[in-house]
DNA sequence: GGGCCTTAGTTTCCGGTGTCAACTATTATG
DNA sequence: CATAATAGTTGACACCGGAAACTAAGGCCC
């Protein structure tokens, strides 16, 4: 095992940490847990995305991800409405409030990262962006390469299934 | 707006989102979770920690803490003693099993990051390793800017409290 | 077009988890 | 020695997400 892919994973833990549900913030924003804030995002980046979708993509249950979007849908930010190709399907959407908040929080952060940033130089800002899609591609490929047919929602993905 | 560090806030969060609670894990090794094996790395690389530094290390209260470490301690991977300086205080250290497997999911992680980045050549995993550093400096830095005192255990920090 | 299977989503029940506030026990202060 | 401060624990509580049962709609086959 080489020593720099220890480096780097505690590098990550730690990182992850911080910009996770118990790091900087524990409410993401006022009224939105990190979980419910990044369900926003994926609904705010897609266009009549289903229930099933959201689970898919945030790693939930559908029965967890019905919930999540029940508790956006009651704060205003997100409307369900039943697809008109198949009855049986939700088209989930953000609001223009929903729109609005999901905007001004990747902006409150933005800043913070670029507060957090302020010291370095053009160049090296350049850098960290390129390192980190790297690491965002890699994880999604290796993702990918993990991914068997999941029953509900895809969760339960473990790093420790594979050889347990 | 710098669109650069919007990109980087992004990109961080997505990773953060695979390395955190509902990404590539839930449980983060057999009947550890992310938060018990945050606390148990913690207490393994400190010398008879308390229940509030840890509690403070993680953002929680003194008493999420306490039952954090209360179910370490029944799955034995720590153990609580009174300390022999201050009879209110306990040390917490780790178990031998308690160390021998915060270094076991270490090393699967590790195995999956260096799986992951397996076709980057060395001058590039360098580099990643570089990046990560100074993104884990800089929220640091900014942590401390942000540390007011706080009531118990540190907790409640949030970008948000800033400004709001 | 009626019966059966499949699929999307919801709901109920439940266990796990962290906080708050109250409490115990110990130490510091004067 | 009395009072205040501090470390930690406990109990009540609310929240959250999963499993499974359930509802409703679509697909299919004869």
Chains 1, 2 share one sequence.
Not at 8 to 28: D, K, M, T, V
Not at 69 to 86: A, C, F
Request: aromatic share 6%; glycine share 8%; charged share 20%.
């Amino acid at each position: 095992m080489d020593k720099d892919f220890v480096n780097i994973y505690n590098l990550i833990q730690e990182l992850s940490w911080y910009f996770g549900a118990h790091g900087i913030n524990g409410e993401c924003c006022g009224d939105l847990s990190l979980v419910e804030y990044m369900a926003l995002k994926k609904i705010n980046d897609s266009e009549n995305i289903t229930v099933q979708e959201i689970g898919h993509a945030l790693n939930f249950t559908k029965s967890g991800a019905s919930k999540i979007i029940d508790r956006l849908e009651n704060k205003g930010y997100v409307t369900r409405e039943i697809s008109s190709l198949d009855g049986r399907v939700c088209c989930v959407n953000t609001t223009a409030k929903g729109a609005e908040t999901a905007l001004e929080i990747v902006h409150r952060y933005s800043a913070y990262v670029s507060e957090m940033l302020r010291t370095q130089n053009t160049a090296m800002v350049k850098n960290i962006k390129t390192v980190l899609e790297i690491l965002v591609d890699s994880v999604h490929r290796q993702e990918n390469l993990l991914h068997g047919k999941l029953p509900q929602g895809g969760g339960g993905m473990s790093i420790f299934s594979i050889d347990n």
